[in-house]
């Protein structure tokens, strides 16, 4: 198989670069390193299976020579300071990117993975959230920017789909942590660990008990392998189901990592969701696809790679 990865060099894209190779596939990973780094790729480099290419998928210069198989959706800004940090960026991988991304595949009749996201349900008035739920989303606030970007990536899949045949499979990820997270990218798990080694209080937004459902990376990328083996349409929810409010995962952070932190609470950001937990019924029942790694053993890796950097 060659597989093309569009933000190869992120977290969660360069994982899956290390799950396909792994597999016996060639893989072409697509990436502008606005959020990506070549340290998450730096060790496949020498892989006469794996290529890079530094190039932007929202424009209409690059190209993939050769026959491709697969394409993996992953471009984008997802964390919150990133995306708000560029925020027409964000909006344009989800239409010229992701436009681009399925003429490629289309062009092969490649299957195209496309890695949307939980922020399409917004701040969710059903909980848990299943793929049936339409969301609650506000589409002038700060972060519709990510929310409306991957939800147009959705409609824009479902039309290629329908009009064009186009061979699609939609995921909708939940909160996923691991190694290879950016320390200071404003994701919880990170921020969390990097404050309680370096013995700096532990930031809370709001009272703490909105919540979260943590995916470790290795499961997720599990999940991404099984849709792109499925002849599922989708969408379909990947994710932990085990929910904890922000304060319970601050304290096992704190237990884990031994650290005397204290813990500080800061103002809610705007249009933050107060719950967050998958439903992932279709994807045990379509891809044979549920986690297996718990809490306490995905942070306990996550903690090694962060004291190691």
């Known amino acids: ?68 198989d697969a394409v993996f959706s992953l471009a984008s800004p997802a964390s919150p300071p990133a ?48 793929e049936d739920y339409w969301g609650n989303v506000n589409p002038i606030g700060p972060r519709s920017v990510y929310d409306e970007s991957k939800r147009f990536a959705e409609a824009l899949c479902m039309a290629h789909h329908r009009t064009l045949g186009a061979d699609v499979g939609i995921v909708r990820i939940f909160n996923t942590y691991g190694p290879r997270l950016a320390p200071g990218d404003g994701r919880v798990v990170s921020n969390f660990i990097v404050q309680a080694l370096r013995g700096d209080a532990l930031t809370v937004y709001g009272d703490g008990t909105q919540t979260r459902s943590l995916c470790y990376v290795d499961d997720l990328v599990a999940g991404l392998l099984a849709m792109h083996d499925a002849t599922v349409t989708g969408p379909v929810n990947l994710g932990n189901p085990t929910e904890l409010t922000v304060l319970e995962l601050a304290n096992r952070v704190l237990e884990a990592t031994g650290s005397t932190s204290s813990i500080v609470h800061q103002p809610l950001p705007t249009d933050d969701p107060v719950r967050r937990r998958p439903d992932v019924t279709l994807a045990a029942e379509l891809l044979g696809w549920t986690p297996v790694v718990t809490v306490e053993a995905g942070l306990a890796l996550t903690i090694e790679f962060f004291a190691s950097l």
């Open 1 to 68: 198989m060659r597989a093309v990865v569009a933000g190869g060099a992120g977290f969660l894209g360069s994982h899956l670069c290390d799950a396909l190779l792994a597999r016996g596939a060639e893989v072409i990973a697509l990436d502008n390193l606005c959020t990506g780094s070549r340290e998450n790729i730096a060790h496949l480099l020498d892989n006469d299976r794996f290529e890079f290419q530094l190039c932007d998928v929202t424009s209409p210069e690059w190209t993939v020579d050769g026959h491709i």
């Open 83 to 130: 995306y708000l940090a560029m925020p027409l960026e964000t909006l344009a991988v989800g239409s010229d990117g992701m436009r681009r991304l399925l003429e490629l595949a289309e062009r092969d009749g490649a299957r195209i993975v496309h890695a949307s996201t939980s922020e399409v349900y917004g701040d969710p008035a059903v909980h848990p959230q299943r």
